[in-house]
């Protein structure tokens, strides 16, 4: 996104979503329940490890045939009566999507929940054509009135409570819901938004899945809002990235598994839809055109390096669910269109390096992410493929370089490093009293938050030897 | 016992415990040779790198990773009072040195005569410690490393469940990250600090009077925290109690 570089940096985000206790009771909330009933869905699953490796094993098919199973797509997609488009990048994808609006005289879109249209800006894009934008899921419907970007790829307003949705909707709604219990709030919600989805002149959604051997997109959601999104309008235009293809439908349904319990716990989402083709003769309803954009921005750059098992991100969101980071930050401490570990590999390729570099960093290498990735992508992995790609380019701070370079200069010389430590720790026990050091020089992002162990006094490589020449002296 | 040689192992101490916890050495000494082993300490050792791994310096990370691998050439194991020191032989050197034609061999020759301690003491050396008695009670973490990279969950408690006295109290979210991560805690020391300080809590929820966990970076990250709100929880790593060195003073007590 061409907004990360106008904003705070990392570490004043981070800090800020620190101080904001009302952003850590909605973050815990959410994620608290959604682990919650993940396990649950799991533990009623019990062929989920074949399950995540047959996931795994057609996402890396498909990225292999990538080219194959794109043809295949786009001459199937013609076949039904769809236009496919081609975008290298997120500013050729906004403007083919804003043309097809223009030329359509469109006033009034809606909008289908779609992570892709957040990641090439669709919706900067549409206002600066002067297109009214309307979003239909009702927590982007939420983040639309308060002005935001989604924290969460499942639960885009999950930084919000439902105090401050109550708050959004008594302005932001005529008139105001009836009362401020979740069921008046929905209600008053399907008002708004009803009448929006009669008059829109385009739908646009993004995909879940784009199946090859159909020309078919999917989308997956519980409101139904994806249907009346991209039914009633005269365009339908879907966005997508090239990584949602797969062969087939039965391969979609076998990533669907996978997809909906690592997500929100369910076994199924209440509504999964294919649409195949605009309109055709005799057909009660659906639009006159459909438009398919198929957007690469970054994808294909990820095909041929070391970031390649990205491209098997299903979009679930368990990552950030049981991120320890993530859930003291948020999502929008972490600048980018993605949060949380899956966020944190794929910013760096979308707004490059220089703006997202802490990103990779921020993360304490726990492997929790990994464990609960339905496609089994080894995130602490790639977190570190950046990390080692970043001091190569020597991006990493002067103070880290030359830190580590004088530590490894002493441990790969075992006599001097012997030494170095026996003399590393009399001086630190300078620092103490008792058995703690509460205050220390250079380490005071540790000691700011936490005392320090006071060294016992001798290194254990010196006790040892000590030891040693006593039992040979005793022998 | 069988009538099988005795198994030499080389004991890598771990920077962390060399420099501010010697008596977690001795008491991996002490177990190794009370299950049968013959233990060495090659004086070769500094660290295993992790720090410059973590950091994306793989030049300096190859470095020592080379030079621990030579160090630990001919013994039948390799055994760390550390899982994350643990995995970093066990993964991260064959990745690091998977292109280096002289060094690829012998980083999996390394990686797979490498064992964590309690898993090595449960899964290899089928021990139980005898004799222990420690009236107390006490909850576990289970560092991230050793429970993800290695496996390294029912063996610490295994082994746990052979001392007389002790009760083991449940810890909510055992297996959540303490927010040390290395360096993470000091370059990103307010979401460091967010983290521990739920765990500390939880921790103090469970009511044990002592926290014991398999990693010395993890367990100096978790007491620092309690010494500084206040708590009296007494903080050990897992061998020390099951050397009989509860007794002994706990992780920022004088001894």
């Known amino acids: 996104m061409s907004h990360a570089t106008t904003r705070a940096p990392f570490k004043a985000r981070a800090d800020a979503a620190l101080a904001d206790r009302t952003l850590k009771l909605a973050i815990d909330r959410t994620t608290g329940t959604a682990e919650a009933k993940r396990a649950a869905a799991l533990s009623a699953f019990p062929e989920f490890e074949a399950a995540r490796a047959r996931g795994k094993a057609i996402k890396d098919h498909v990225i292999a045939h990538l080219d194959h199973y794109l043809e295949e797509f786009e001459r199937n997609a013609i076949a039904s009566g769809a236009r496919v488009h081609w975008a290298a990048d997120d500013a050729e994808a906004r403007a083919i999507v804003t043309r097809i609006c223009l030329e359509a005289d469109a006033r009034l879109v809606t909008r289908a929940k779609s992570m892709l249209g957040e990641e090439i800006g669709l919706p900067h894009a549409l206002a600066d054509a002067g297109i009214e934008r309307v979003e239909t899921d009702l927590a982007e419907h939420i983040i639309q009135l308060a002005g935001e970007a989604p924290s969460h790829i499942i639960w885009p307003a999950m930084h919000r409570t439902r105090e401050q949705v109550a708050d959004l909707f008594r302005t932001g709604h005529h008139p105001p819901p009836a009362a401020e219990d979740p069921a008046s709030m929905v209600q008053s919600a399907r008002r708004e938004l009803r009448a929006k989805f009669l008059g829109a002149d385009v739908g646009i959604s993004g995909a879940n899945f784009l199946v090859a051997d159909t020309g078919a997109t999917c989308t997956v959601t519980n409101e139904g809002n994806a249907e009346l999104t991209t039914t009633p309008p005269r365009i339908h235009i879907v966005t997508a990235g090239i990584e949602k293809l797969v062969p087939s439908t039965a391969h979609a349904f076998a990533l669907l598994r996978l997809l909906v319990r690592s997500a929100t716990g369910g076994e199924m989402t209440q509504y999964t839809t294919f649409h195949c083709g605009p309109k055709r003769p005799g057909d009660a309803d659906g639009p006159e055109e459909m438009h398919i954009v198929l957007v690469d921005n970054g994808r294909s750059r990820m095909l041929a390096d070391e970031f390649r098992a990205m491209l098997r991100c299903i979009r679930c969101g368990a990552c950030m669910n049981h991120c320890v980071v993530y859930r003291q930050i948020g999502g929008h401490a972490y600048g980018g269109t993605y949060p949380g570990p899956m966020g944190a590999v794929l910013t760096p390729v979308l707004d490059g390096l220089a703006a997202a570099r802490d990103l990779p960093h921020a993360c304490t290498m726990n492997g929790r992410c990994a464990e609960v990735c339905p496609v089994g992508i080894p995130l602490p992995t790639l977190l570190r493929a950046w990390r080692a790609r970043s001091w190569r380019e020597g991006r990493e701070p002067g103070a880290v370089r030359a830190g580590l370079s004088l530590w490894a200069r002493l441990a790969t010389r075992p006599r001097l490093y012997r030494l170095a430590s026996r003399i590393g720790v009399r001086g630190l026990r300078l620092f103490g009293r008792g058995g703690w050091i509460a205050r220390l020089p250079l380490a005071g992002g540790w000691t700011a938050h936490r005392d320090l162990p006071r060294p016992e006094g001798r290194t254990f490589m010196e006790q040892y030897r000590a030891w040693q020449a006593r039992k040979g002296a005793g022998r | ?255």
Not at chain 2, 14 to 39: H, K, M, N, Y
Not at chain 2, 148 to 177: I, Y
Request: hydrophobic fraction near 45%; charged fraction near 20%; glycine fraction near 10%.
């Open chain 2, 1 to 255: 016992m069988s009538a099988k040689p005795a198994p030499r192992v080389g004991l890598f101490v771990t920077c962390l415990v060399d420099a501010i916890r010697p008596r977690i050495g001795f008491a991996a000494i002490q177990l190794l040779e009370e299950a049968g082993c013959i233990v060495e300490v090659p004086l070769a050792q500094t660290c295993c790198g992790q720090p410059a791994f973590n950091s994306g310096d793989d030049a300096d990370a190859a470095r020592l990773a080379r030079q621990t691998i030579a160090a630990f050439e001919g013994f039948d194991h390799v055994v760390l009072p550390s899982g994350s020191c643990a995995a970093t032989m066990v993964h991260g050197y064959p990745d690091l040195l998977a292109g280096d034609a002289d060094w690829a061999a012998r980083a999996r020759d390394l990686a797979a005569r490498t064992h964590e301690i309690t898993s090595f003491l449960v899964d290899v050396m089928g021990f139980r410690p005898e004799g222990r008695r420690l009236e107390a009670s006490a909850t576990y973490h289970d560092s991230c490393s050793g429970l993800r990279d290695l496996g390294v969950a029912a063996q610490p408690r295994a082994l746990l469940a052979a001392v007389e006295g002790l009760q083991m109290r449940g810890l909510e979210g055992n297996d959540v990250c303490c927010g040390f991560g290395g360096t993470f805690c000091v370059k990103y020391a307010p979401i460091s600090n967010a983290i521990v300080t739920e765990k500390a809590e939880a921790i103090q929820r469970s009511g044990a009077d002592l926290l014991l966990a398999g990693d010395l970076g993890c367990l100096m990250n978790m007491a620092g925290k309690l010494h500084r709100s206040g708590a009296a929880t007494r903080c050990f790593h897992t061998i020390e109690v099951l050397a009989g060195q509860a007794d002994g003073p706990a992780i920022g007590e004088e001894g």
